[in-house]
Structures are given as C-alpha cells and as structure tokens.
C-alpha cells in the first residue's frame, strides 16, 4: 500500500496528501492496519501526547479510507488546541473533488441537511430506536465538468464541506440522487463500480487556513493517477447526442 506523502512540514504540524485505502487511524486498540496514526508516530514520535484522545495522537480531523488527499496532523499540544478551535469555529477552509453519477442539472448549490448519529453510523433519516443526535451538517457543490457518455452521464463537482460530518459529502450527494461514483456504501447497486477505477472518486484537494504564527496558508494536492486517468478515459468517449 502507498504511503502518505509530505506536502507542508512545520515544527507545529503537518500537511500529507494521504492515499486511497489508508485508514486515518485504528478503530480500536485490536486494529493492527496500517494507518496514517502509525506512519506519523513512526516518524514524528514526540508527537504520541499530542491530543485529548491518546489512541490517536495528533488527529485533528479526519478523512474516510476510500478518500485520497489532504490531512492536517497536529505535532505539538499547542497546535492542537489551536486547529481543533480552526476547525469547531469552521476557519478551515476544505475543497474536495469528486465524480458522481448522473448529470447534476443545477450548476452549483447548497444541500443544508442534518445528519443523525446512532452509534458509529450517521444519516440522514432518525433510527425509530435508540439514542441518536442531530447534528447540522452543510455542504456546498459547483459543477466544474459533465459528461454524457451513449450509455451513462458524470458529472465533476467541486465540493466544500462547511462542517465535518462523517460521511457528509457521500450522504449528502447521495440525497440529491447523485452518489459519488464507486461509493461502496451510498451508491446503489445498480450503480456499476467502473473496474478500470475500482475506487471512490473522492480527493481532498485543497486546504486553507491561517497557522498558528499567523500565515495565511492555501495547500493543494493534485489529483492522483488513477482519477486523473479515468477522467482521461472519458474524454476519449464520443458525447450522447
């Protein structure tokens, strides 16, 4: 498996472009995957007190394993403290890219739509039973490209997460009845999973944010191969007229 790659190294933190089918970290202290949390002890391992939640030092947010792309990993206490007030009060700015299925008609818009929570699970429907919590979860999309192919349409969005619901733009995609292409929990099965993709077309492509010595900082992360070259692949089809 890939390993993350450094994007920006500072005392205080630092930014990898993380690749698809790494975890961010374990689920529990039995979880022996590799991860995120086991390559950065590894090699910044000063780090392993940073936090509240010591099973995952220095993790200020996450990112799903399907998702490639940017992550922000914390390195001192300071800079914990000062990212997860960034992120509560919503003074990170995060853009993702994604491919999802079907032709989006409106050229961009807000879905404002809360999410329950229910154990580890999050939806956007209450569970009749149980404890759950309602929380806001809101998410910003612009077309950047669609593609109408003789037997299926795509379009690329650009998407900007305004709170960091687990799941959230995969749920929320999937609510206005276009799922992110090879989602293999929100897509449905009649949704084919392209083989020469074989992966969740979603990337954290882009980061901006103030750190923590007052530099405005905007880090971006290109899109890796294999959607780059699915995107390619679809170009080279003939338009549905």
Known sequence: MDRPSIVYDSPDFVVINKPSGLLTHPRDSHDKRQSVLSWFLERYPKAASVG?????PGIVHRIDKETSGLLLLAKTPEAF????????????????IALVCGDV????????AP??????????????????????????YKVVKSYKLPAV????????????????????LRSIGHPIVCDPIYAEKSRVC???????????QKLSFTTPDGQALTLEADMPPELENFLSELERVPVSQ
Do not use: C, W
């Open 52 to 56: 509240e939640d010591l099973s995952r």
């Open 81 to 96: 403290k000062y990212f997860k007030h960034l992120f509560h009060d919503r003074l990170i700015s995060k853009q993702y």
């Open 105 to 112: 008609e409106n050229k961009q818009g807000v879905i404002d």
């Open 115 to 140: 999410l329950f929570k229910f154990g580890t699970r999050q939806s956007m429907r209450p569970p009749k039973e149980g404890k759950i919590s309602e929380r806001t979860a809101l998410t910003e």
């Open 153 to 172: 349409s795509y379009t690329l969005l650009e998407v900007s997460p305004k709170t960091g619901r687990t799941h959230q733009i995969r749920i929320h």
């Open 194 to 204: 392209p083989p020469e993709l074989g992966r969740l077309f979603l990337h954290a």
